[in-house]
């Protein structure tokens, strides 16, 4: 499970550190969708979340399928802004028919969506494929999905306004110091690289990205088997504060790729208790079983839609969550006519952080 992002032709200077405040926002608000990923941000979630208007926590909860499980990738800026009001201007400047896709993708749950090959907004049969996949993952995604294709500008408005909101409620207060460290670890690294190479500052970054022995390929641990091409334009790397244990990364089709990766000083050691470790192992060492776990991970699926997911048969994929449940690694609950499985994070979070970060990378 790799993800390579191609650098024929591009020159080593494009192939940049940043601070964007847009990302740090992003992996700020997913802290608080998902505060489960990040045990050391919970008592900062739930500071937050107390402190917020009633009004923009509902906001937060309406939206938040563009930051919970990935991130849409006009969310991660390729050249980033000063502030966090001119990379919001940047995506204002983005066309409808892309916002939308990258928004859809996110909302319904998967990277690899087509569509049909169609625009959601404009090809009737692109669209109901879309709101299927929404309605799937539930009566919040359906109720985004629809608004986002009925009205986009509307909805990218009511997006921007909830962005500027928050800049307000909480981001603002606390940037400065956040860029002024973020700022410092750009610079470690942009300075490694120079002296070094680009494969001792990837080295710093993490220990999932690696340079190909050629140099013309970055190769990411991800749970997607995809390729990428960087081009003239290069790749863009953001540190973030809030990002650990996550390696985000931008490489769609038309999207300049970028990789969010966890700041200096991000990682907290996990004691591990022994008593279950061995039966959790034996249901974690099949490649599909990974595979479906790093899945779930990010967001709760049916059956079906990891069967759809992984091309497996919807057996195939019962019998492996069956060993998943015995093991206790997985929760599931029903929701109308779908049951839902999800991680059990509590149980992979003591089998050990590497385990985690790398199931949640």
């Known amino acids: 499970m790799t993800l390579r992002i191609d650098l024929t032709g591009t020159p080593s200077e494009r192939i940049r550190f940043a601070v964007s405040p847009l990302a740090e926002l992003t992996a700020m608000l997913h802290v608080l ?9 919970a008592g900062w979630a739930a500071g937050v979340w107390a402190g917020l208007r009633p009004e923009l926590a ?24 000063a502030t966090l009001a001119a990379e919001l201007d940047e995506i204002d400047r983005i066309d409808d028919d892309r916002y939308v896709r990258a928004a859809l993708v996110t909302t ?28 799937a993952r539930g009566p919040l995604q359906e109720a985004f999905a629809s608004r986002l294709l009925a009205d986009p500008r509307a909805l990218r408005d009511r997006v921007r306004d909830t962005l500027d909101q928050c800049a307000d409620a909480f981001f603002d207060a606390e940037w400065p110091a956040l860029a002024t ?3 410092q670890d750009v610079q470690a690294k942009s300075e490694l690289g120079r002296r070094q190479g680009l494969s001792a500052a990837l080295a710093e970054v993490s220990a999932a990205i690696a340079l190909t022995p050629d140099g013309d390929s970055l190769v990411l641990d991800k749970l997607q088997d995809n390729t990428a091409t960087a ?15 996550h390696l985000v ?33 034996d249901a974690l060492a099949h490649p599909v079983r990974l595979r479906l776990v790093r899945t779930l991970a990010r967001a709760p699926h049916t059956t079906t839609e990891l069967a759809r997911a992984w091309d497996l048969t919807p057996p195939e994929v019962s ?40 199931v949640l990378r």
């Not at 969708?33 to 941000?41: D, S």
């Not at 509902?58 to 050249?79: Q, V």
């Not at 998967?110 to 049969?125: I, M, V």
């Open 108 to 135: 319904c749950g998967s990277n690899r969506l087509t569509f049909g090959g169609g625009s959601p907004l404009h090809d009737r049969a692109a669209r109901t494929v879309a709101l299927d996949l929404a309605q």
């Open 249 to 281: 990364t931008v490489h769609a089709p038309g999207w300049q790729p970028v990789v969010q990766y966890p700041a200096a000083g991000g990682e907290r050691a996990v004691t591990v208790p022994l008593d279950t470790v061995q039966l959790r192992l």
């Open 58 to 81: 509902d906001r937060l909860h309406e939206a938040e399928f563009l930051w919970h499980s990935s991130r849409a990738d006009f969310l991660l800026p390729a050249r980033p802004r």
């Open 231 to 245: 081009g003239p334009a290069g790749v863009t790397f953001l540190p973030s504060a809030f990002g650990h244990p």
């Open 181 to 183: 460290r973020l700022g």
């Open 33 to 41: 969708a998902a505060p489960e990923h990040h045990p050391q941000y």
């Open 319 to 358: 019998r492996h969550l069956a060993t998943l449940r015995r093991a206790g690694l997985l929760t599931a609950h029903r929701q109308g006519r779908y049951v839902r499985h999800a991680l059990n994070l509590p149980a992979t979070t003591a089998l050990g952080t590497d385990l985690l970060a790398a």
